[in-house]
Structure formats: C-alpha cells, structure tokens
C-alpha cells in the first residue's frame, strides 16, 4: 500500500504555503505534480548536456542520443511493448491520437466507433475526418450507470467498421473500459482497436500486448511527468504501414528537390528537434511510479475514493458513474442539487486550498446530451491523504451550510 505520507515528500510543491495554508491538489486528472526525480533529472539534462539528440557528434549530442533512447525503452518496458521502435514521443495524448487519425488509411464509409463519453481529443478527430473525408462516427451508448455496454458494442460492429477507438478509463468518471474483450470483438471484425489511456496508464498497470490492442495514447503530464509530452504506441507492423502525419527534419534517410525516402518507425513520426528534456522526464516519471507500484496506486486510490464518495453522499451529492468506487479509480466528479459546480470549486478553492475541476471536462458531448452545465470533480493520486480528503468534505459542508 502506498504510505502518502511518504511520497509526499517527493513533491516540492506540497511543502510550499499558499495564502498561509498547504495546497491539497485534487485535480490530478487534468495534470499531476511533478516529484523532484523528474525535476531533477530535467534539470541534469539542462544544466549538464543541453544538446540536440541524433544529428550532432559531440559529447553532449552523443549524451542526449543516448538518453533519449533509454527513455524510450523505459516506456516501452512500462507499458509492455515488444520493442522500443513500437514508442512514439508525441507533445500529448491528443497528438497521439491525431497521428493515428491523419495517418491510418481511413476512407469515405469506413467506420469509427467510440463510447458515448470521449474526452475531445477522442472526438473531435474523428469529426474532422467525416467533415473531410467522408469517415462515418458512431457512439456506443454505455450502461444508465455509464459503465460500458458490451452488447451495444456488438450490435454496432460490422465489416464497415475499421477502428474501435474508445476511452480506457474516463477522465468523467473513472469508469474503466473491459478493453481486452473489446478488442478481441473488433479483431473479430478486422477492424483496428485504439485505447486513450489518458487516464489509465498514470493509475494502472497497462500491458499493450496482453491487451493486444493495435494503438495505444498516453499523455505523460498525468503520470508525474513533465509538461508537453505524450506516447503513441503502435503495433510495429502497422506502424511500418502508416502515412508519416508531419514531414521534416529527423523523418527521412535521404531527400532529393523530388523525393523523401522516410526513416523506419518510429523516426518517421518524430519531426524536428524533439522535446529531450521532456522524454528524459517521462524516463524518470516511469522509473518513478514502477518503483511504487501500479497496483499500489490504485488500491490507494480507490480507498480514498470510497471515504470521500461517502461523506459526498452524506452531504447530499449525486457522483457520476456507477455506485462502487472500485469502479472510478481516482475519480470522483459529483453534483449537489442547488449548488453550481463552479461554484463549489472555486469555495474549496478559496475556503481550504482544495484544488478541483468544474465544467465539463472536455467532455461537452455528454453533458450536453443530458442537458447539464458540467460537474466538481476531485481527482486523487498517490500523495493525497486521508486527511486532504476530509479538509475537502468539511469545506463542502460549510458551503451547504453557508449556501445551501
Ligand atoms: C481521457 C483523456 N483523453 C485525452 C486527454 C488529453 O490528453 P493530453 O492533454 O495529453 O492531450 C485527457 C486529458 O484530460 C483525458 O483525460
């Protein structure tokens, strides 16, 4: 079990006082903090070997060449990919995800199908591709209590279908996905299966090749890592097959005035100078939470989901997603009958330092569809505490006694 207490210490920004008091960070979907093994070894890049990987031949180039690639590997490694070549460094999730968009062979009728509650970066591609190229999206609708619906998915799929492109956990409500058994359908149907797992791979153990999906995105500022980065994985083979989404610098073997012959993956995809300091981050972050544990993560997570979803409950909170906590991760995003969601976080806010998030959550497309304006949601990672969490509820309940 992780000791909170104890990792804490890792995090600079916990020990700082805002307006007297400690922060208590509860936003953890939107970006986790950083410990001072990423800081640091962002700082050893910048400080000690600030060159530019894979051209130069200098010592530094030679340094940063060098750890680059190990922090390749020790994505691949965290994620269980069968070779480095299947990590692709990206600036996020959604890039990620647009990679596979502009560069699968997608074309007018074929299909896309993705759950009924996508962050944007899931969506927003996917009509861009209707509007330009003719591709068809649809929705699965999940259960009443948004957990996924697997005989919808079923009767959705057909031979038009040519990807399965679904959340695997929601940044919603912590709901996570049985993606091994989707996948196995989409495969079934020849068709492609694409997890975002945003919000899996900083709370779970994900394993890309038991999964046996096909693409896989990450975003490496959820994880304890720094800003600006993200992972594709790809199967090899496939990967081998794709379009090269940007052209320039570091994609090609040799150019002539008419011609780019590309380099093999995953440099066909990483154009220009890349984000080194960032990829050595995400090197140190994965080295980071292997060391506590993935498993650990989530157990500590889920019972700090258990004690605040309880007194929320108490206060007279509806949460979102289905009742067990089990089943929401870190994640619990609520309404209170009376109360607006901005308010409520900017009270926590103001009231006892709690960080939250209120709106939609870049999740416009089910709220709109219920006709609701968005909820609060608090998100918790491996250095909150029992005691956080019960600052939080007494300030949500001096608020309904304020305003309620
Ligand atoms: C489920 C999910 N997908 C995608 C994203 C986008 O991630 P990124 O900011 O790395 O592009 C987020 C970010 O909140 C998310 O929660």
Wanted: aromatic share 8%; charged share 25%; hydrophobic share 40%.
């Amino acid at each position: 079990m992780v000791d909170p207490y104890k990792t804490r210490e890792d995090y600079p920004v916990l020990s700082l006082k805002v307006e007297g008091k400690n922060p208590i960070y509860f936003d953890n979907a939107c970006m986790t903090l950083k410990p001072r093994q990423v800081i640091e070894a962002i700082e050893d890049y910048y400080n000690t070997y600030p060159g530019c990987g894979g051209r130069s031949a200098h010592k530094f180039a030679l340094k940063v060449t060098m750890r680059y690639d190990e922090a390749r590997e020790k994505l691949q490694g965290f994620v269980n990919a069968s070779r480095k070549e299947e990590i692709i460094f990206t600036k996020n999730a959604t890039e990620a995800i647009n990679l596979v968009a502009n560069s699968l062979w997608l074309k007018e009728g074929d299909m896309v199908l993705t759950t009924d509650k996508e962050h944007n970066s899931n969506l927003v591609p996917w009509h861009l591709l209707r509007d330009r190229k003719g591709v068809i999206h649809e929705v699965v609708p999940s259960n009443p209590d948004n957990t996924f619906n697997i005989e919808n998915l079923k009767e959705k799929m057909s031979r038009k279908v040519k990807l399965v492109s679904l959340v695997h956990t929601s940044n919603l409500d912590g709901v996570t996905v049985p993606a091994r058994e989707i996948i196995e359908i989409a495969h079934d149907y020849d068709a492609l299966a694409m997890l975002d797992g945003a919000q899996s791979t900083p709370h779970r153990e994900v394993d890309v090749q038991g999964l046996d999906v096909d693409f896989f995105a990450l975003s490496v500022h959820k994880m304890a890592g720094p800003t600006g980065m993200g992972v594709l994985y790809g199967k090899y083979g496939l990967l081998e097959n794709l379009e090269p989404f940007l052209g320039g610098g570091d994609t090609v073997q040799q150019t002539s005035y008419t011609r780019s012959e590309f380099l093999p993956p995953p440099e066909k995809f990483e154009a220009g100078l890349q984000n080194y300091a960032g990829a050595i981050g995400a090197g140190a972050a994965v080295d980071y939470l292997a060391s506590i544990g993935m498993e650990e993560i989530h157990e500590h997570e889920v019972s700090l989901n258990r004690y605040i979803s309880k007194g929320l409950w108490n206060l007279g909170a509806e949460i979102i997603g289905p009742e067990d906590p089990a089943l929401r991760g870190g994640i619990v995003s609520f309404t209170i009958p009376g109360l607006d969601v901005h308010d409520i976080a900017m009270f926590v806010d103001e009231m006892a330092n709690v960080m939250i998030r209120s709106g939609m959550h870049c999740v416009h497309s089910w709220f709109t569809a219920r006709g609701m304006k968005g909820s609060a949601r608090a998100s918790v990672y491996l250095y909150n505490t029992k005691e956080e969490a019960k600052i939080f509820l007494e300030s949500i309940g001096q608020m309904k006694e304020i305003l309620g």
